[in-house]
């Protein structure tokens, strides 16, 4: 998947998905030079904004796992990343039937709660899997990562009856959702 | 910013509550010293050791560990103490090592009381020394710093107390040598496990509590109690090894008999003494497979557990849970839907165009619909989900175990006294207001880690059917009794003893049920001098029991001693009250969950207002329980105010009559 790139989350035989899971997963980049071990933990986390008509209503992140109507589920902080190689380090699930009626967007976003930038992170990406099968709908790498902390991933946003996942990938600064506000409203 | 301090060097400590933390890879024995100005210790009672490990402001541990965590609180120091030497040594005996040259280099940590580090010390250089004195804090003008000192003994503890100046130095060397070969002795064996023991203790930090911190919002609601969520089932798929069987009770009769261990030299059994399979339980009902576009039916025990009742309890939960999310869903898209209506009409009143012609009146329009939509559109979500929990409570009201029923379900007329206490109690029933008619089975973990309070003062937020303060008495005492009742027949015969006082007699007639049926001890005590008398008895029960367990030794219980839980009945509080006794009261609300010792108010708190703030805390520490429906119980999730509704026997059954009974013959043939 691309930056920008907008898949629909309708299933080819008519259904629609039911529930996603936004995963997270990363390794700390080994230094150069010697005492090349002493890779530094690096903690990325994940959050997810519920948005209504553009004003944010709920969030769901390491000391919120769960969005008040309960549709919004983070499995919890991973404060090293890299456990499962390859795997999830940090998941949000999304019960896409049981968000509430106003709720049109949700935004998922990641950011260097330790303050490394992305420079430093390795194997770092973002995918998109179907909760019901675990089939993997979009994979987003963080690869190359520039001089920045934080990473507005994609969004998951309403259209007629079913839902929509645009693939954002606008970098920006902060330690936590909360400043990355300013950066995630443009894209809404 | 952690010092990390060298021999000699000293860092400034901006707090004065601490914990020391040492490792060392292998168990050593720590000790503290006292110091005046001088830095002379003045005798054996300035030393904490593990014969005497506390001293004001200071503890040590009882035992050689390889880790120590010491409390310290240089506030509480007499003013005299101007030093406190943290001391180190290896544990006498056979095998262990002789010198601290064969361990790799001990490790101290000053921390804050939050875990935050504020300086450590790695004590390098060690040789032939058994002993040796790790890190001093001192006064400095007003002030506490630490320093690392890290000065051995070859000659052991008894060198390093004399050359502290302590003139009895060899012998408390000794001393602390004994004690700390007791303690290994004593570290042998599994202590006996006592009548409070395993699963109720464990489950305290989830217990039903105000300050639930189970949600983000567990505090917001002030006025509402929160209902704690999963007891200690916090992870029921958790290691088989850890996971007792659900329902198998933690106050059994031989539970204070000293555990019969292996003889030296026998082989040892390693199966659970009172696990009779260890096969895993079987998987729970799993619902059929749905038809295409359905949702699946509900199925009872439809959720993880190691038998039904868990299973069960943990489904009811999740119910809970549901509702409370779902009915927040729909509540927050209520809200956004009247904001935004009502932004919308505030534009169409400050455009002057929406003045001419029917502008105006189609934007209103418009903003209307667009909010009945929503509304609407949340009304469906809301419909659909309680259709599927109705359904689902449909199937597990009855399939619930007796404790967990209401009192017309027909377990209950089925009623046999059980052999093990149930992992939960049924205390009501918890509904919104959008929810009506779905109800949810209010459960609780015994042993109640909490006292109840059935509140018979004046029913606060309900539209006033019932105003009548005697009726209002005669309700609390009337759902009081159904609750008595029901504790005592979940319970195993002879393993739950209730005392009733009724100082005034005025609680008689809705406790004839209790006192004809003969399941209490002893009639309800009468007079101040009644509640004295049964004040004290408990009061002392849980001083007996608090000691040995200290002493770790629950099975120097007196013979004879009752280990069944125990209930202390309070009506028409402070009614035959002295100062006293109220002392006895708090003490024992306090201190007796712990021991099996567990309270139940039926009052008015108005009428306890003469003690002013003074028992605010009795109250919040008590789990209050209405006897007619009020919303004032708020879920650990959002936050919500739930109705609560007593459980209640209906009009005219005696279903609590036969219950008693049978609770009753058991007991006789119990003694």
Redesign the interface.
């Known amino acids: 998947m691309t930056k920008g790139q907008a898949i629909s989350l309708q299933k080819n035989d008519g259904g629609s998905l039911t529930a996603v899971r936004m995963g997270l997963g990363w390794q700390a980049a080994p230094r150069r030079g010697l005492f090349g071990s002493r890779t530094r933990e690096i903690d990325l986390d994940a959050s997810a904004v519920l948005f209504?008509?553009k004003q944010p209503?709920?969030v769901v992140f390491f000391?919120?796992l769960?969005s008040?109507?309960?549709?919004v589920r983070h499995t919890g902080d991973n404060l090293v990343g890299g456990v499962g190689q390859g795997g999830d380090d940090e998941a949000i699930l999304v019960d896409l039937a049981?968000?509430?009626?106003?709720i049109d967007q949700i935004v998922f976003t990641v950011n260097s709660f330790t303050g490394q930038t992305f420079q430093e992170v390795q194997n770092a990406f973002c995918r998109l899997v179907d909760e019901t099968n675990g089939q993997e709908l979009a994979r987003y790498t963080l690869a190359g990562g520039g001089a920045y902390t934080a990473q507005i991933m994609a969004k998951v946003h309403r259209v007629g009856g079913g839902w929509n996942m645009t693939a954002l990938g606008t970098p920006a600064n902060g330690r936590t959702f909360q400043d990355l506000m300013p950066a995630i409203l443009p894209a809404l | 910013m952690v010092a990390e301090l060298v021999r000699g060097q000293n860092h400034p400590l901006s707090q004065v509550r601490l914990e020391i933390r040492v490792s060392a890879g292998r168990p050593v024995v720590a000790a503290a010293t006292l110091g005046d100005e001088s830095g002379r210790i003045h005798g054996v009672e300035w030393v904490a050791h593990p014969g005497a490990p506390t001293l004001p402001g200071l503890e040590v541990s009882r035992q050689a560990a390889a880790d120590h965590r010491l409390a310290v609180d240089l506030d509480a120091m007499p003013a005299t103490v101007h030093r406190v030497d943290v001391l180190l040594a290896l544990p006498p005996g056979a095998g262990g090592p002789v010198s601290f040259g064969s361990l790799s280099a001990p490790f101290v940590a000053v921390t804050g009381l939050d875990g935050v580090e504020v300086a450590s010390y790695t004590i390098t250089g060690l040789d032939a020394e058994s002993a040796v004195v790790a890190l001093e804090l001192y006064r400095r003008q007003g002030a506490w710093k630490v320093r690392a000192v890290g000065q051995g003994y070859a000659g052991g503890l008894a060198a390093l107390l004399t050359d502290q100046g302590l003139p009895q130095a060899r012998q408390l060397a000794a001393a602390i040598d004994d004690a700390v070969a007791q303690g290994l002795a004593r570290s042998v064996p599994a202590p006996p496990r006592t009548a409070d023991g395993d699963r109720s203790r464990q489950a305290a930090a989830s217990a039903l509590g105000p300050d639930q911190s189970g949600s983000?919002?567990g505090a917001q609601q002030g006025g509402h109690s929160a209902v704690g969520p999963y007891g200690a089932v916090q992870n029921p798929q958790g290691s088989p090894g850890q996971g007792r069987p659900a329902g198998s009770p933690s106050a059994d009769p031989d539970a204070t008999q000293p555990t019969p261990t292996a003889s030296p030299g026998a082989p040892i059994d390693y199966s659970h003494p009172r696990r009779q399979n260890a096969a895993p339980p079987p998987p729970p009902p799993s619902a059929p497979p749905a038809p295409p576009g359905q949702p699946a039916r509900p199925v009872a025990g439809d959720a993880t557990g190691w038998s039904m009742e868990e299973r069960l309890y943990n489904q009811v939960w999740g119910m809970f849970?549901?509702l409370?999310?779902?009915t927040?869903?729909?509540r927050?898209?209520v809200d956004?839907?009247d904001a935004?209506m009502e932004k919308e009409l505030d534009q169409v009143l400050s455009d002057p165009r929406s003045r001419i012609g029917g502008q105006g009146d189609a934007a209103r329009e418009a903003a209307q619909s667009k909010r009945m939509q929503?509304v609407d559109?949340?009304r469906e979500?809301l419909e659909r989900?309680l259709v599927q929990l109705g359904a689902e409570a449909d199937v597990v009201e009855p399939a619930l175990p007796a404790a967990f029923a209401r009192w017309d379900n027909p377990v209950w007329h089925a009623y046999r006294v059980p052999m093990e206490m149930p992992m939960a109690l049924r205390l009501g029933d918890l509904h919104l207001p959008e929810s009506d008619p779905l109800r949810i089975p209010m459960l609780v973990r015994l042993p109640l880690e909490r006292g109840l309070w059935i509140d018979s003062g004046r029913p606060g937020s309900f539209d006033g059917a019932i105003v009548d303060s005697h009726e209002v008495r005669r309700l609390a005492m009337e759902s009081a009794v159904a609750h008595i009742a029901r504790l005592l027949a979940v319970h195993p015969a002879g393993e739950f003893t209730v005392h009733v006082v009724d100082p005034a007699g005025s609680g008689a007639r809705e406790l004839a049920p209790l006192v004809q049926s003969g399941v209490l001890t002893a009639p309800p005590a009468a007079g101040a001098a009644g509640v004295a008398a049964v004040l004290g008895q408990l009061t002392e029960r849980v001083d007996l029991v608090q000691m040995a367990v200290r002493a770790g030794a629950a099975d120097s219980l007196p013979p004879g001693f009752d280990t069944s839980q125990q209930l202390l009945v309070v009506n028409d509080f402070p009614h035959g009250f002295d100062d006293r006794a109220v002392t006895r009261l708090r003490y024992l609300a306090d201190e007796g969950p712990a021991v099996g010792v567990h309270l139940m108010m039926v009052a008015d708190r108005e009428d306890a207002g003469d003690y002013g703030p003074l028992l605010d805390p009795l109250w919040r520490g008590l789990l209050r329980l209405t006897p007619v429906a009020e919303d004032h119980l708020a879920d650990p999730?959002?936050g919500h105010a739930w109705t609560y509704e007593p459980a209640m026997v209906p009009p005219g059954s005696q279903v609590l009559q036969q219950v008693l009974a049978q609770v009753a013959r058991a007991r006789t043939k119990h003694s």
């Open positions: 209504a008509d209503v709920d000391r919120h769960v008040d109507d309960g549709s049981r968000v509430p009626v106003h | 983000p919002h849970e549901d409370a999310r779902t927040a869903a729909y927050s898209a956004f839907a935004r929503l559109q949340a979500a989900d999730w959002v």
